[in-house]
């Protein structure tokens, strides 16, 4: 059986992965201006190197997204977006990403991220004594990246209540197709820049 849940579409994507994604397109927009200045015109090849990073920088930390609604979680991650519907999930994990499990396996999120030591460590400091002590424990029903403030906290708070929207609204388990679709340009286009950056480092006079 089919329902759609009460859940308005939501678009979550990670605070830490487009930081660094700003903060590569600044420091490729340096190299590409001193290239476009130096007095040897053979060095304008090394401008193929900003290109690459900035477009690795959009693939891989830029564009990884989480998107739900009341049909479906879908994950946009650097090479394929992942759309799971409601009845083929079985279980949301934030261990080292969010994490969505189906019968047929799990499909992690690289939009929504667990947090490192620091992130763990900020996130804590908002929470009750009580409550910060289990979330640290192996054996906690409450891992670190469950933690609110945290990519991968956030991401499956909004994942779960979509998810007990849609059961609340009728919803059952069943066979249901995840959808897998690949991003060839994507995948084209940062192989390629890549493979010209390489070229034109190691052919440097």
């Known amino acids: 059986m089919s329902a759609r849940g009460a859940g308005e579409p939501v678009i979550v994507w990670s605070r830490f992965n487009r930081g ?5 397109w600044v420091f490729s927009a340096v190299i590409a201006i001193s290239l476009l200045f130096t007095p040897d015109a053979r ?3 090394v401008l193929a190197v900003p290109v690459a990073l900035s477009l690795l920088a959009w693939a891989i930390y830029w564009r990884p997204r989480v998107m739900v609604d009341g ?3 879908e994950l946009v991650n650097a090479t394929r977006s992942v759309r799971i519907p409601w009845e083929a999930v079985t279980g949301v994990t934030t261990r080292f990403a969010l994490t969505i499990s189906t019968e047929k396996g799990r499909y992690p999120a690289t939009g929504a991220p667990a947090p490192g030591a620091y992130g763990t460590y900020a996130a804590n400091r908002e929470l009750p004594r009580d409550v910060r002590e289990r979330a640290v424990r192996p054996d906690s029903y409450r891992q670190s ?8 906290g956030e991401a499956s708070a909004v994942v779960l209540q979509h998810w007990d929207a849609w059961s609340r609204a009728g919803g059952r388990r069943g066979p249901a197709p995840v959808v897998v ?3 060839p340009t994507a ?8 493979a010209l950056a390489v070229l034109a480092l190691i052919t440097l006079p």
């Open 71 to 73: 049909e479906a979680v």
């Open 181 to 183: 679709t690949w991003h």
């Open 20 to 24: 660094v994604a700003i903060a590569t």
């Open 43 to 45: 060095y304008l090849t």
């Open 145 to 152: 990246g469950e933690l609110e403030g945290t990519d991968s």
């Open 187 to 194: 995948i084209g286009a940062t192989t390629a820049a890549t």
